[in-house]
């Protein structure tokens, strides 16, 4: 089995490996939304960037999500604002919640060909208790003049197909995309704008070098003003303590076959994007070719088959029991970066050096808006950011992460049998 991205996406741009001393003003490091994103708009505002990608750009995770674009932080905006104070904190909520603009506008600029759908996201409760934080949301955000509402069961109903819901929070501002396909769009956007885009380079080190910096692959080296490393749950050992900020969870996804008319017709009819309200999220769209996917949590490693994630197939048979049988043609998984306390996290250890990563399962939108962020910010640091630039803390005890996933996982799952999830 394979990612069904990789059968559908837009053709790659050529990103060549690095073979050659280059010199720029901005080295970037990793090549999925974030340091795409980043690159974007250095080149287009000038810079000379290379970007080096140790696979090829949407390779990780930005290749292989579920494909939402959802609006907004993973905390809700007073809690957001409370943690972080009423400028920041306000700033924080409307970059996350203006991201979906961002990636829509620059799929719409860039003529990037991605099955883009701005249809509006579902946040859905399955109980009357997972509702309730749910209808917090939505004021919230209504306060804040977005388009969210409540729904209730019939008009969910309406939306998805089934009646496995008590309600709903409606967010007009999500949609959702090919994600590979918006990868590479927004590489050879990148490649336009002038960035050197390298994949086949994996990053080995990074050291100073006089008042700039010096970035090494295995065969070839960057000389730099700046560094920003954007390898999120992919991060390795490249900057100390960085793995261990974040916990690499793996998410989890199959797809059908294309669904006959009939049956496309009844799930997700309206075809906005959907995931669920509680303490294990299942989320779900059907996409241009009417393929349904649906992901979740899965193994603590990469999927090869669906026999490995059946719990999900069996799951979308009891939303829709005309599902019963359907064949699953693709199945598969990515590293997803969570952290400690569900916020993006962006660090400068040193001058010259920024780092963004962790966005808990928002990373199409947030990061795509996040490497407009530190664009704008090498461009103009006296603007500053819209999140907190903070120190790379270590998890306590990161080198049992396996561990606790599987104990979080399966308490919430224990918890919510019981009907308090």
């Known amino acids: 089995m394979a990612i069904l991205y990789q059968d559908t996406a837009e053709e790659a741009p050529e990103t060549p490996s690095l073979k050659h001393e280059a010199r720029c003003d901005v080295v970037v490091i990793g090549g999925g939304f974030t340091g795409l994103s980043t690159a974007l708009h250095l080149a287009s505002g000038g810079s000379k960037v290379v970007l080096l990608e140790a696979q090829s750009p949407g390779f990780g995770a930005s290749g292989r999500n579920g494909g939402q674009v ?14 972080h ?5 306000a700033r924080m909520n409307a970059l996350a919640g203006r991201a979906p603009d961002l990636v829509f506008d620059l799929v719409s600029r860039l003529a990037i060909a991605c ?39 019939e008009e969910v109903a309406r939306l998805t197909g089934t009646s496995r819901y008590r309600a709903a929070m409606f967010d007009r501002r999500g949609g959702d ?21 390298h994949g086949g380079s994996r990053a080995l080190s990074v050291a100073r070098e006089g008042s700039g910096w010096e970035v090494r692959t295995s065969r070839a080296k960057v000389l730099a003003a700046r560094v920003v490393i954007a390898t999120n749950g992919y991060s390795d050992g490249l900057w100390p303590r960085l793995k261990r900020s974040i916990v690499p969870v793996f998410g989890a996804i199959a797809a059908t076959a294309p669904l006959p008319d009939s049956l496309a017709k009844l799930v997700m009819p309206q075809r906005a994007v959907l995931y669920e309200s509680g303490l294990i999220t299942v989320y779900y769209r059907v996409d241009a070719r009417n393929r349904l996917l649906i992901g979740g ?16 197939m069996r799951y979308a048979a009891r939303l ?60 103009s640091p006296a603007a500053g950011i819209d999140m907190p630039i903070s120190g790379i803390k270590a998890i306590p005890l990161h080198r049992f992460w396996r561990v606790g996933v599987r104990f979080v996982i399966a308490r919430a799952r224990f918890s919510e049998a019981l009907g308090r999830g």
């Open 177 to 197: 995309l090919n994600p590979l396909s918006y990868a590479r769009g927004l590489a050879r956007a990148a490649i336009e704008a002038g960035a050197a885009i």
């Open 70 to 83: 959802n609006p907004g932080l993973k905390l809700d905006p007073d809690t957001v604002e409370r943690d």
């Open 320 to 379: 829709w029991p005309a599902l019963e049988g359907i064949a699953y043609t693709h199945a598969w998984g990515g590293r997803l970066a969570m952290t400690r306390d569900h916020y993006p996290h962006v660090h400068e250890p040193a001058p010259g050096l920024l780092i963004c990563l962790g966005y808990n399962g928002r990373g199409v939108a947030l990061a795509t808006a996040l490497g407009q962020e530190l664009a704008r910010y090498i461009a």
């Open 115 to 153: 099955e883009a759908r701005r249809n509006g996201t579902l946040r859905a409760a399955i109980t009357e208790e997972a509702a309730a934080p749910v209808r917090v949301t939505a004021e919230q955000l209504k306060k804040r003049g977005a388009p969210a509402e409540m729904l209730g069961a």
């Open 297 to 312: 949590r899965g193994p603590m490693h990469e999927i090869h088959d669906c026999r490995e994630i059946a719990p999900l």
């Open 85 to 89: 104070g009423s400028d920041l904190g």
